[in-house]
């Protein structure tokens, strides 16, 4: 059930008419590309998109390849994308340094086209068998969401971004409402089949950027990547709505099934300094609570001043 993107390259060179060539040379292997014309554009454009792959031109005015390639690798959301470096010599104590640095390759100016299409392919290869591991251990077996590790990860990632650049960022916290009796009356491979239907519903309505996890149990988080908390509400709405539609059948009879869902937003928070995983965390399971305490099968955003929080709302059916 996790969605499948694909794979994207950034180029940083400071000269258009390698970026050109590039893409040129790759039009081809299907590929999204990504530009950058100085270090430091290309350092937030990584961290901003998380490319697969990055093509790192190793003479560049102002901060070099080098430089850049070190400041990649010593970021933990970043070190384990690939860097290939572009230039037009590379001598032999440069080739050290530059594998020393973490670079899996280097491609000299100007390009063959069938010699760029191998290394790049490899590179990218190799990226994906990478992450093809990772992601085995980090998706819920049950469901085929990503689990709660990779949900930690992923929510620290994007406090990290938030702070670098200020994008938004909301947090939906959902619960199935009444599980236990629920696996008490019916029994409890009909209670995983609740679970898998629901995470259906919410793999089926989450947007590509969004991450949908099985938090644990019945309950379940959302990443919502550049959405405000208003907006986060009515995918949690529409979600809501769809649980409750829901047709489940134990034998003959119908079982009604509906769902709670609390939701914290980055744009929530008047003192962005104080904005963390665990707060943010914190405020969706107050939500969340709040909805549960006020009847379940509701959609709550509600902050106290504590929190940095100023409103609160609900919806049910």
Request: charged share 25%.
């Amino acid at each position: 059930m996790i969605k499948a993107t694909a794979q994207s390259v950034l180029v940083i060179d400071d000269s258009a008419d390698i970026h050109q060539l590039v893409g040129a040379r790759l039009s081809s292997e299907r590929l999204s590309f990504l530009h950058a014309y100085d270090a430091t554009e290309g350092l937030e454009m990584a961290r901003q998109e998380l490319p697969d792959l990055v093509l790192l031109d190793l003479d560049m005015p102002g901060t070099d390849g080098m430089t850049l390639c070190r400041q990649l690798k010593e970021d933990a959301a970043l070190v384990q994308i690939p860097v290939i470096f572009l230039t037009g010599t590379i001598d032999l104590s440069t080739k050290v340094q530059a594998f020393d640095l973490g670079a899996v390759d280097y491609v000299t100016k100007p390009f063959d086209a069938v010699e760029l299409k191998a290394r790049v392919r490899s590179a990218l290869r190799t990226k994906r068998y990478h992450d093809l591991l990772v992601t085995k251990a980090q998706i819920d077996a049950l469901t085929g969401l990503w689990n709660r590790g990779y949900f930690n990860d992923q929510l620290a990632i994007e406090i990290s971004l938030l702070k670098r650049g200020g994008r938004l960022i909301s947090l939906l916290m959902a619960d199935i409402d009444h599980f236990k009796p629920i696996n008490d009356t019916y029994s409890h491979p009909f209670g995983d089949a609740v679970i898998q239907r629901i995470a259906g519903v919410f793999n089926d309505i989450s947007r590509e950027s969004d991450v949908v996890c099985r938090y644990g149990g019945e309950e379940f988080a959302i990443i919502l990547r550049h959405t405000a908390s208003t907006d986060a509400w009515v995918i949690a709405e529409r979600m809501r709505l769809a649980v409750a539609a829901l047709e489940l059948k134990y034998g003959k009879e119908q079982v009604r099934v509906t769902a709670s869902f609390g939701i914290a937003g980055s744009d929530q928070f008047d003192d962005q300094a104080r904005l963390s995983s665990k707060t943010l965390l914190k405020a969706a399971d107050a939500s969340l609570y709040q909805a549960k305490a006020n009847g379940r099968d509701r959609v709550g955003v509600e902050w106290d001043h504590e929190a940095g929080g100023i409103w609160s709302r609900f919806s049910s059916g």
